[in-house]
């Protein structure tokens, strides 16, 4: 049985860094593109990045376009989100999936391997 667990969240100031890890167990990332996500408290989960599996590219929301980084480590079959910059605006419950879309949208058709969240709070 395959599981993403996200972690390396937790409070961090105005202009501060934090990177989240996720780790794949029961199944390889290699063959899944994968993203980030979060849901803030009273809005709706929104899709922040999504890396291919077989080109390298990735693609980001503008919310977080030049200030997040996503990386993938395959050997480790680990995804990363380096987080730089962060506003208050960032607080929010993060997330990796897999069968994220290009195109930064939700899909409708659901995702293979769901995260169960880590939290970010920014805040002074």
């Known amino acids: 049985q395959g599981q993403l667990v996200e972690s390396g969240g937790g409070l961090v100031q105005p202009g501060g860094s934090l990177r989240l890890s996720c780790v794949a167990s029961g199944f390889s990332l290699d063959y899944y593109p994968v993203g980030w996500f979060r849901q803030a408290p009273g809005k709706e989960r929104e899709a922040i990045s999504c890396?291919?599996?077989?080109?390298?590219?990735?693609y980001y929301s503008d919310s977080v376009k030049g200030r997040f980084t996503a990386s993938r480590d395959n050997a480790n079959n680990t995804v990363y989100l380096q987080m730089n910059s962060l506003k208050p605006e960032d607080t929010a419950v993060y997330y990796c999936?897999?069968?994220?879309?290009?195109?930064?949208?939700?899909?409708?058709?659901?995702?293979?391997?769901w995260g169960q969240g880590t939290q970010v709070t920014v805040s002074s």
């Open positions: 999936a897999t069968d994220c879309l290009y195109s930064l949208t939700m899909s409708t058709g659901g995702y293979t391997y």
């Open positions: 890396s291919s599996f077989s080109d390298g590219s990735t």
